[in-house]
T-cell receptor
Framework: DAGVIQSPRHEVTEMGQEVTLRCKPI?????LFWYRQTMMRGLELLIYFNNNVPIDDSGMPEDRFSAKMPNASFSTLKIQPSEPRDSAVYFC??????????????FGPGTRLLVL | AQTVTQSQPEMSVQEAETVTLSCTYDTSESNYYLFWYKQPPSRQMILVIRQEAYKQQNATENRFSVNFQKAAKSFSLKISDSQLGDTAMYFCAFATGTASKLTFGTGTRLQVTL
């Protein structure tokens, strides 16, 4: 399997612009997670989906952030409008669940976002 | 709420030596999972090892092993025969058996030197 795929790998944009990050989970995984990593706050869970349905979005910082998962093989994280403080590395991860067992999360390579 | 604490911001070890990274956690749950992830300069998050809390036996993956002390809520990572490629940030993470999300520690930066 190719692993979790994220695009773009790097994004530089100006404040106020819309940013869309994309993720393709590992085939067969029914959980998808979006994380943000910054020096100040470390790794934070933003939102996660189970079977394409958002389960917990309590980590989404504000209304400028939105995430969708239209099907089992694709998810987007959108920031509109973007601000310099959104600069971070955004990771997508996926996992599967089996009868209550907690499966390992596999991470994508991340998208490094810089908002000027 | 669960918390994960890594008290060593940075560590250094010579090649071929052994190093132990510390992690403590706090939870009231009885069913949970613990992980160590490695983040090299490429920034990719790579799973190193995982431990189920209900298992008494410490997990081992080649040169990597853990010392899981459930009563003390401690989960340290031992790297034997350290290699230059082990240079990375190491994150301890926690997940309960009923929730899917991971809670991460702040990380320990490990430098392996010649």
């Amino acid at each position: 399997d190719a692993g979790v795929i994220q695009s773009p790998r790097h994004e530089v944009t100006e404040m106020g612009q819309e940013v869309t990050l994309r993720c393709k989970p590992i085939s067969g995984h029914d959980y998808l997670f979006w994380y943000r990593q910054t020096m100040m706050r470390g790794l934070e869970l933003l939102i996660y989906f189970n079977n394409n349905v958002p389960i917990d979005d309590s980590g989404m910082p504000e209304d400028r952030f939105s995430a969708k998962m239209p099907n089992a093989s694709f998810s987007t994280l959108k920031i509109q409008p973007s601000e310099p403080r959104d600069s971070a590395v955004y990771f997508c991860a996926s996992s599967r669940s089996l009868a209550g067992a907690r499966e390992t999360q596999y991470f994508g390579p991340g998208t490094r976002l810089l908002v000027l | 709420a669960q918390t994960v604490t890594q008290s060593q911001p940075e560590m250094s070890v010579q090649e071929a030596e052994t190093v132990t990274l510390s992690c403590t956690y706090d939870t009231s749950e009885s069913n949970y999972y613990l992980f160590w992830y490695k983040q090299p300069p490429s920034r990719q998050m790579i799973l190193v090892i995982r431990q189920e809390a209900y298992k008494q036996q410490n997990a081992t993956e080649n040169r990597f092993s853990v010392n899981f002390q459930k009563a003390a809520k401690s989960f340290s990572l031992k790297i034997s025969d350290s290699q230059l490629g082990d240079t990375a940030m190491y994150f301890c993470a926690f997940a309960t058996g009923t929730a899917s999300k991971l809670t991460f520690g702040t990380g320990t930066r490990l430098q392996v030197t010649l």
